[in-house]
C-alpha cells in the first residue's frame, strides 16, 4: 500500500541532494541520491528508502526509540527532522500530531 505522505518525502528527499544536513551528533554532510537509495557524502554508507519508510512511520507512531536501529538511522533522522523535508509530510497531511512529523526520539502526542 502506497502512503502519499512518504511519497512526498522522498521526493523531498531526491530535490534536496547534496543540500547539508547535520546529525544529531553534529556530524554535517551531503547525500546523493539514487531511486531506490541515498549514498551518504563519505561513500561508505548507501540507505535504502526501505529504511527511510520504517523510520518515517515510526516517528508517525512514537516507536523511533523503542525500536532497532536500522542502517544509516542518524543520516535517515537528520534528513527527516529537517524542516525541509519535514514540511513535506506537515503539507501531505503525514506525520503525527496534526499533520507535523515529530522530532527525532520525541514521542508524539494527542492533538
Known amino acids: 500500500m502506497r502512503d502519499p505522505a512518504f511519497d512526498l518525502v522522498w521526493q523531498k528527499v531526491a530535490q534536496l ?12 554532510f551531503t547525500y546523493s541520491f539514487h531511486k531506490t537509495y541515498i549514498v551518504v557524502s563519505s561513500g561508505k554508507q548507501s540507505v535504502p528508502k526501505t529504511f527511510f519508510e520504517k523510520i518515517f512511520h515510526r516517528l508517525q507512531n512514537g516507536l523511533v526509540e523503542s525500536s ?5 538511522q542518524s543520516f535517515i533522522l537528520a534528513i527527516l527532522a529537517d524542516a525541509r523535508v519535514r514540511d513535506a ?3 501531505a497531511g503525514g506525520g503525527a500530531s496534526g499533520g507535523r512529523a515529530p522530532a527525532p526520539g520525541t514521542v508524539p502526542r494527542p492533538a
Open 89 to 91: 509530510a506537515v503539507d
Open 68 to 72: 532497532p536501529a536500522l542502517q544509516g
Open 17 to 28: 541532494e547534496g543540500a547539508a544536513f547535520a546529525t544529531s551528533a553534529g556530524s554535517s
